[in-house]
């Protein structure tokens, strides 16, 4: 299972995906599910994606060629803006929901796919999408600043707690490695290595890309921290006045 | 949606509920989920349901006013054993599939009901088991002393980090309520009032039976407390030394 998570920050975009798929609990693998296109100086595009595997990676190998007759022909290299990006995943989602939904649903497997979009083009602004398996999308705001795929819901709260538009870059990377420690805790089928995308607003290249390993000497401090931080939170809480 | 969590400790039991329902975002209502038979010196059995609220029902006035025919005929408040109250509860839940699973289906309506059944009964261990909508049940262990059922993923992180079997009876509580806490704070189907049933191992009476309010200053503390010491860990977690 997949965790994702796209942060649209004030200060730019944080990105933050785990990298383990399973087909069964016997079959489990490492598989990249952040894919970055950058061309420093022009544009930064950055997909996370979740769902079924053999889906995801023909959408990204068919945004990657380019889809599309020449002279529209595009790949994520020369979409000339991010809602353009956008509309090219949420094409090559269709196309291969063309191609292989009937031979899936013969085999009894759903066709479910998500991805997070997010980047900046040279003199356009940085934005974020959350597309979804039927090709079409919607944009983070600033009121809803984050998009979260795949397992979801253990690294929801201190999202919830902490992420506001105004949160700064360094603090939206934290909260988003914070919450994923929370989801590989309680879900085994989530896990390392993370995959890392930091991204300052109009500066056209990356800041930040990093891969997380096992047994990386920070993850594992972050996880003491915080895990010791809650249990200490956790005894100052006062109880009720009629607890046993 | 439900939100419900048994905790099966060293001391005795902690069971927790929330009490919102709602079929379409257009008719929540409250619906007590928790429900108990008590007669002090000689049984103490609390019953959490989640899932179709028809169903649930139907299964509680099947096992308030007993099933199956003199002499064999048992209620909560004779049957001999928890093992015995666990077996009532999936014949019920049995006897309404039986009954109505059909004309659900005709309506394109799931059968869904789980159950979280705790309680002891004199002579007897202190047990607690969680039970399916198939009628079958498992029972909480010292290695996993709690059960969830309903919408549990974003309070178990809590859960899973302070929870086990040693842990005492206010910390339990406690745990439970801020585990509560979360759910709400993310999903907005999840609502106050929250029952509350604390039980100490082998008092044959309840040591805590407690509803609480929207507004009840105490779990407004409660939240305000988690939420800053969340805020205030999260500030203390270091940076990896390649953030941006």
Redesign the interface.
């Known amino acids: 299972m997949t965790s994702g998570v796209g942060m649209l920050l004030h200060e ?1 975009l944080v990105m933050v995906s785990d990298s383990r798929t399973h087909a069964g609990v016997d079959h489990v693998a490492s598989y990249r599910k952040m894919h970055t296109w950058e061309v420093p100086g022009e544009r930064v595009i950055v997909l996370l994606s979740a769902g079924n595997l053999a889906v995801t990676q023909s959408v990204l190998s068919l945004v990657t060629e380019g889809m599309g007759e020449e002279p529209e022909r595009r790949s994520m290299l020369d979409v000339p803006s991010m809602f353009e990006a956008a509309r090219l995943v949420g094409g090559a989602v269709r196309e291969v929901h063309r191609l292989d939904a009937a031979s899936l649903k013969e085999f009894g497997a759903d066709f479910n796919a998500s991805f997070i979009l997010g980047g900046q083009i040279k003199g356009r602004r940085l934005r974020l999408f959350n597309i979804y398996a039927a090709g079409n999308f919607v944009e983070a705001t600033g009121d809803t600043p984050f998009i979260q795929i795949g397992e979801t ?2 690294g ?3 999202i ?3 992420i506001q538009f105004n949160t700064g ?3 939206g ?3 988003a490695l ?1 919450s994923m420690d ?1 989801t590989l ?2 879900n085994i089928s989530v896990g390392l290595p993370i995959d890392v995308a ?1 991204y ?1 607003r109009d500066q056209l290249k990356l ?2 890309r ?1 891969r997380i390993e096992e047994g990386d000497a ?1 993850f594992i ?2 996880r003491k ?3 010791q ?6 005894q ?9």
Chains 1, 2 share one sequence.
């Open positions: 730019g819901k253990y929801k709260p201190i919830d707690r902490v870059l360094r603090e990377l934290r909260c914070i929370s805790k309680s930091v300052r800041a930040v990093k920070y401090d972050l921290h915080w895990g931080g809650l249990r200490s939170v956790f100052t809480v006062p109880d009720p006045d009629w607890a046993p």
